[in-house]
C-alpha cells in the first residue's frame, strides 16, 4: 500500500509526504483542527479530497497546487491517491502564519480584514522554482541527525515561493535561475513524449530539441517525475490503453497501434507487464462485470 511520513516541522506547523506507487488507490483519513491552512502539492499523478461524507469532492491534479481554508469548521483531511500519484501537503496554524506574513497581511488575500472570516479555497500551478523545492522534498541523502531542520527549511522555503507571485524566471538575480530553466525544458521533454506516444522521439534527439545534454535530461527528469523518461511513457501508455479498453470503442489492436505497438503480440506482453492480465481477459472482466 501507499505511505505517508509526518514531519511535524514545529508546533501548528506539520509537513506531510504521501507516496502512493502501488496500482490501489491508497485512503487516508487525518482529524486536521479547526482554524489550520492546508497546501496540499501535487507531485505526480493525481489525487482528490473528499468532503461532507462524499458529497463535494475536490481533485489535486500533477503540478497545481491547493489551498484550503475555513474558519468556520473543521477541514478533516480525507484524500483518495491515485495509482502511482506522490503529494506533499502542508498544515500550518493561521496564528503562526499570521506572525510570517504579519507585515504583508494585505499581500495575503485570505488574511484581509474583509477575508479573515471567510473559507478560502483556490488552485494554482506549482512553479518551477517550487518544484525543485518539492522534488527535494522527496529526493534527499541527509544524515538523520539534521534531517529535521532540513524540512523547517523547506516548509518554509515552500510557503515564500508559493506567495512569490512576481516572481520572475528571467530575472538575474534569481538565485534557482539555472535550475527554473531546466524544470521547464524537462516539463517540456515530457509534454512531447506524451504527444508522440505511437513513436516518441529517442533520447538523444529529445536532448536536443528542448535544448538539455543528455545527461541533464536523464537526471532531472529522473528527479522531477520519480522514473526514467522511458519508465514514465511506459506506465503512461500501459494507464491509457486501459482507458481505452474501458471506454469500449476499440478491441485490442486497435489500443496497441494507438500507443504504438505494431505487433499485437508486443501490445499483449506489456500490458500482462504492467497489469498483470491480458488485454483480452482485462475487456472480458469488464464485460462481466457490466452484466
Excluded at 13 to 30: C, G, K, S
Excluded at 221 to 229: C, L, M, N, S, W
Aim: include cysteine; proline fraction near 4%.
Amino acid at each position: 500500500m501507499g505511505s505517508q511520513e509526518v514531519i511535524a516541522i514545529e508546533n501548528d506547523f506539520t509537513l506531510i509526504r504521501f507516496q502512493n506507487d502501488t496500482e490501489e488507490v491508497f485512503h487516508v483519513v487525518r482529524e486536521i483542527k479547526q482554524g489550520l491552512i492546508q497546501f496540499h502539492f501535487g507531485i505526480k499523478g493525481k489525487a482528490k479530497f473528499i468532503f461532507n461524507n462524499g458529497n463535494y469532492a475536490l481533485n489535486l491534479k500533477e503540478e497545481k497546487a491547493l489551498l484550503l481554508y475555513n474558519p468556520q469548521r473543521e477541514l478533516p483531511l480525507h484524500l483518495e491517491i491515485a495509482p502511482a500519484s506522490w503529494v506533499i501537503s502542508v498544515i500550518i496554524s493561521i496564528k503562526k502564519f499570521h506572525a510570517l506574513f504579519s507585515n504583508e497581511a494585505d499581500y495575503i488575500p485570505f488574511l484581509s480584514e474583509d477575508n479573515k472570516d471567510r473559507k478560502y479555497y483556490t488552485e494554482s500551478d506549482i512553479s518551477p522554482s517550487m518544484a525543485i523545492v518539492l522534488s527535494q522534498l522527496f529526493h534527499y541523502n541527509l544524515n538523520p541527525s539534521i534531517k529535521s531542520l532540513y524540512y523547517k527549511g523547506k516548509g518554509y522555503e515552500l510557503l515564500s515561493l508559493y506567495f512569490n507571485r512576481t516572481e520572475d524566471p528571467n530575472a538575474e538575480q534569481c538565485p534557482f535561475l539555472v535550475d527554473e530553466e531546466n524544470v521547464l525544458k524537462i516539463r517540456k521533454a515530457k509534454e512531447i513524449v506524451l504527444a508522440n506516444l505511437a513513436e516518441p522521439p529517442g533520447l538523444q534527439e529529445l536532448a536536443d530539441q528542448i535544448g538539455l545534454n543528455l545527461k541533464k535530461l536523464k537526471m532531472g527528469f529522473k528527479q522531477i517525475y520519480g522514473d526514467t523518461v522511458y519508465g514514465f511513457l511506459f506506465d503512461y501508455k500501459m494507464d491509457y490503453a486501459r482507458r481505452l479498453l474501458d471506454s469500449g470503442s476499440y478491441n485490442v489492436n486497435e489500443v496497441g497501434l494507438k500507443i504504438g505497438y505494431s505487433t499485437g503480440s508486443h501490445f499483449i506482453a506489456a500490458f500482462k507487464k504492467k497489469f498483470g492480465t491480458t488485454p483480452k481477459k482485462y475487456l472480458m472482466s469488464i464485460n462481466v462485470n457490466v452484466q
